[in-house]
């Protein structure tokens, strides 16, 4: 699993961060999604799906590998 983030369509909703806050953090100046992990380990596999389907500005995207 591969995890890209948009900076420039962020909401900064933190539903991201909340959910899988090993993969995701946000700015502290505007809140806007931070990459933590591109490459999430298997276990975090879930919580990253949740964040993918939670964004309201659809900024998070799963590229399969």
Do not use: W, Y
């Not at 991201?16 to 809140?31: K, S």
């Not at 990459?35 to 380990?41: G, I, M, V, Y």
């Not at 298997?42 to 939670?54: I, K, M």
């Amino acid at each position: 699993m591969k995890v890209t983030a948009d900076q420039n369509i962020c909401a900064s909703s933190g539903q991201c961060a909340a959910l899988a806050p090993r993969v995701f953090d946000q700015r502290d100046e505007d809140g806007v999604v931070v990459l933590l992990d591109e490459n999430p380990p298997d276990e975090l596999a879930d919580a990253v799906r949740q964040a993918v389907a939670v964004c309201p500005s659809r900024a998070i995207k799963i590229v399969e590998e």
